[in-house]
């Protein structure tokens, strides 16, 4: 099974910047997405930013700015995704989740931020920023 540990977060002042970290494993065949998304409370899930972990390919949502980057490494048995964060702002307080998914980009099925499709999620992470 695919399973995912997010990890990373904390308490950071305005104008910090932070690198998330998610450890996927269980990835077998094919070609799997790892995207980032968060929640504020009281909020709906925001996606952020997704990788295709077999060739790199990135996707960001519309709505982030350039202080988020994604990136992954793989190693011989997991995966470890990062999201970067710079000049974080106390409105990017959330818990950040990361989820995984099988894709078929050489099907039209390729990388996409609708986070009620994805098939794996890890725990959450919390990021706490300080005014």
């Known amino acids: 099974d695919v399973q995912l540990q997010a990890s990373g977060g904390g308490l950071v002042q305005a104008g910090g910047s932070l690198r998330l970290s998610c450890a996927a494993s269980g990835f077998t065949g094919g070609e799997y997405a790892v995207g980032w998304f968060r929640q504020a409370p009281g909020k709906e899930r925001e996606a952020i930013s997704c990788i295709n972990v077999n060739d790199s390919t990135t996707l960001y949502a519309e709505s982030v700015t350039g202080r988020f980057t994604i990136s992954s490494v793989n190693a011989k048995a997991t995966v470890t995704v990062y999201l970067q964060v710079i000049s974080l702002k106390p409105e990017d307080t959330a818990v950040y989740y990361c989820?995984?998914?099988?894709?078929?980009?050489?099907?039209?099925?390729?990388?996409?931020?609708?986070?009620?499709?994805?098939?794996?999620w890890g725990q959450g992470t919390q990021v706490t920023v300080s005014s």
């Open positions: 989820g995984a998914e099988s894709i078929s980009p050489w099907l039209g099925y390729g990388l996409h931020l609708r986070s009620e499709v994805y098939d794996y």
